[in-house]
């Protein structure tokens, strides 16, 4: 009698452990640390997610965790947003400033102005230059960032006014 008690004891715990194990979250799921800029950079980075296409670069909008009004993905992890991030450091050493740096190249895509800093065989961080909030994407899977940058110029342009972040 004691065992058949035992048994049934278990019974609770396992169905629990299987529960838990089926809803558990997938490593496919993208996640982004969430940037935590001043009052001002986040009404502008929320104006930015309100402007932000569905589709960038023909990838479908799938927001990282956690959720945010400060970060937006498309396509899994292959294109990451995080808006409100602080200046990399890169942005203000002369050797990029010249030209003399092979991972990390100043450049502009219609009308906005980008640091691209290779960060590995197939990404690229690319940052906002002269606006009043910096603005990072991270381009994985080897893809050809144009596309990329093509489709967020404008809700850059209309959301994150030209000037300098604090």
């Known amino acids: 009698m004691n065992s058949l008690r035992h048994r049934y004891a278990v019974l609770p715990a396992l169905a629990v452990l299987i529960t838990v194990a089926g809803c558990s979250s997938t490593d496919d799921e993208a996640s982004a640390a969430v940037p935590s800029p001043d009052a001002k950079v986040t009404k502008l980075c929320k104006n930015l997610d309100k402007a932000l296409p569905a589709k960038v670069d023909g990838e479908s909008r799938d927001d990282p965790e956690p959720a945010s009004a400060l970060t937006a993905?498309?396509?899994?992890?292959?294109?990451?947003?995080?808006?409100g991030v602080e200046r990399p450091p890169k942005m203000v050493d002369p050797?990029?400033?010249?030209?003399?740096?092979?991972?990390?190249?100043?450049?502009?895509?219609?009308?906005?102005d980008w640091l691209m800093e290779k960060r590995g065989e197939d990404t690229y961080r690319f940052t906002?230059?002269?606006?009043?909030?910096?603005?990072?994407v991270t381009v994985?899977?080897?893809?050809?960032?144009?596309g990329v940058l093509i489709?967020?110029?404008?809700?850059?342009?209309?959301?994150?006014?030209?000037?300098?972040a604090s």
């Open 73 to 83: 993905g498309w396509g899994g992890e292959a294109i990451i947003l995080r808006c």
């Open 95 to 112: 050797e990029v400033a010249e030209g003399r740096d092979p991972d990390a190249v100043p450049g502009g895509v219609n009308g906005v």
């Open 128 to 136: 906002t230059a002269r606006r009043e909030a910096y603005v990072e």
């Open 140 to 146: 994985t899977d080897g893809r050809d960032s144009t």
């Open 151 to 164: 489709d967020l110029a404008a809700p850059v342009k209309k959301a994150i006014p030209v000037g300098i």
